[in-house]
C-alpha cells in the first residue's frame, strides 16, 4: 500500500505519529494509534504536508488539559487523500476555531454529545501549487531543542530533564514548538507567544527567567541563533548565509551576523567554512 503516495521527501506517516505521541506524552496526553487496513506504517508524507499537520496538531496540544486521551487512525483513502479521524476523549473543542484556522489541510468538525471532540483531517497524496513550501525545520529542531534542554536543565537525557523539573520541561518545550510553527514570521514576537501560551506578558517573563536566567526577548533570539547553526552545519541543503538568516526569522543579514558572533564567538561565514 505504500505505493499510493509518492515518496517526495520523506518520511512516513507512522514517523510524524510516533513522533507526536512523544510530544503528547511530556505532556501527560495519551495518544493511541488505531490500527487499520491501510499499511499506515509505509504510507508517506512530503516536509510540506508534514509542517501542515504539525501546525494543526500542535496547535490542538495546546488546548489540551493533562489527562486527555486521543485516538488517531487511518479512515479511509480515496480521491487522491488520506482520511485521519481523531477522536479526543475529555474536552469539547468544536467551538474554538482557532484551532483549524492554523492550517491549509481540509478539515471536518464533527460535532458530537458530551466532553469530546471529533475531527476529520484530510491529507492529499500531492502538493498544492499554491501552498508555500517551507524548509522543513523538524531535523534540526530535535538537535537543536536538544542543545537548549542540555544548556538549561543541565547535560542528560530527556528523561533525566523531565525528573529534576518536569512542568519546566514541558514549557520550555511548548515554547519551542511555537517559535518553531511561527519562526518566519516577523511579527511573532514576546506578546505573541504568551497569547499562545494562555499567559500574561508579565508571567511569561518570570517562568523563562525561571528557568533560562534569559528574558523571553533574548530566550528567542537564542532560539532563532541556535537554529542558525543547525541550518549552516547541514552541508546537503547549502544554505548560505542570507539564506539561514531570513529561514530563521531574521531581515538583516548584517544584524543576523552580529547576533550569531555574539552568541557563538565566531561569524556565522566562518562557522560554515568549519563546518564543511
Known amino acids: 500500500m505504500g505505493t499510493l503516495l509518492p515518496?517526495?521527501?520523506?518520511?512516513?506517516?507512522?514517523?510524524?505519529?510516533?513522533?507526536?505521541?512523544?510530544?503528547?506524552?511530556?505532556?501527560?496526553i495519551d495518544i493511541k494509534i488505531v490500527p487499520d487496513n491501510y499499511g499506515h506504517r509505509q504510507l508517506s508524507i512530503n516536509s510540506q504536508i508534514k509542517n501542515q499537520l504539525d501546525k494543526l496538531?500542535?496547535?490542538?496540544?495546546?488546548?489540551i488539559p493533562e489527562g486527555c486521551k486521543i485516538k488517531i487512525g487511518v479512515a479511509s483513502i480515496k480521491n487522491k487523500e488520506i482520511c485521519i479521524n481523531v477522536f479526543i476523549q475529555g474536552i469539547d473543542l468544536y467551538r474554538i476555531t482557532e484551532i483549524l484556522s492554523i492550517t491549509?489541510?481540509?478539515?471536518?468538525r464533527i460535532h458530537i454529545e458530551g466532553t469530546n471532540t471529533q475531527y476529520q483531517i484530510y491529507v492529499?497524496?500531492?502538493?498544492?501549487?499554491?501552498?508555500?513550501?517551507p524548509l522543513n525545520f523538524s531535523p534540526y529542531y530535535i538537535e537543536m531543542n536538544k542543545s537548549l534542554r542540555n544548556h538549561f536543565f543541565g547535560?542528560?537525557?530527556?528523561?533525566?530533564?523531565?525528573?529534576?523539573?518536569?512542568?519546566?520541561?514541558?514549557?520550555?518545550?511548548k515554547i519551542n514548538k511555537l517559535l518553531e510553527l511561527h519562526l518566519q514570521d516577523g511579527d511573532y514576537g514576546v506578546a505573541e507567544l504568551a497569547k499562545?501560551?494562555?499567559?500574561?506578558?508579565?508571567?511569561?517573563?518570570?517562568?523563562?527567567?525561571?528557568?533560562?536566567?534569559?528574558?523571553?526577548?533574548s530566550?528567542?533570539?537564542?532560539?532563532?541563533?541556535?537554529?542558525?547553526?543547525q541550518l549552516l552545519k547541514d552541508t546537503k541543503q547549502d544554505l548560505s548565509v542570507t539564506e539561514v538568516a531570513y529561514s530563521c526569522g531574521f531581515s538583516d543579514k548584517g544584524h543576523f551576523s552580529r547576533s550569531f558572533k555574539k552568541y557563538f564567538g565566531i561569524t556565522p561565514s566562518s562557522f560554515k567554512k568549519q563546518a564543511m
Open 155 to 173: 547535560k542528560g537525557s530527556k528523561e533525566e530533564a523531565c525528573k529534576i523539573n518536569k512542568d519546566h520541561h514541558i514549557l520550555l518545550n
Open 219 to 229: 530566550y528567542i533570539m537564542i532560539f532563532k541563533l541556535e537554529l542558525a547553526k
Open 57 to 63: 496538531f500542535y496547535r490542538i496540544l495546546d488546548f
Open 196 to 217: 499562545s501560551l494562555n499567559m500574561s506578558r508579565t508571567h511569561l517573563y518570570r517562568k523563562v527567567k525561571e528557568i533560562t536566567e534569559k528574558s523571553p526577548l
Open 124 to 133: 492529499p497524496t500531492g502538493i498544492n501549487a499554491h501552498w508555500e513550501k
Open 104 to 108: 491549509q489541510l481540509k478539515v471536518n
Open 7 to 28: 515518496k517526495l521527501d520523506i518520511s512516513t506517516l507512522y514517523d510524524w505519529l510516533d513522533e507526536l505521541k512523544l510530544e503528547a506524552s511530556h505532556q501527560d
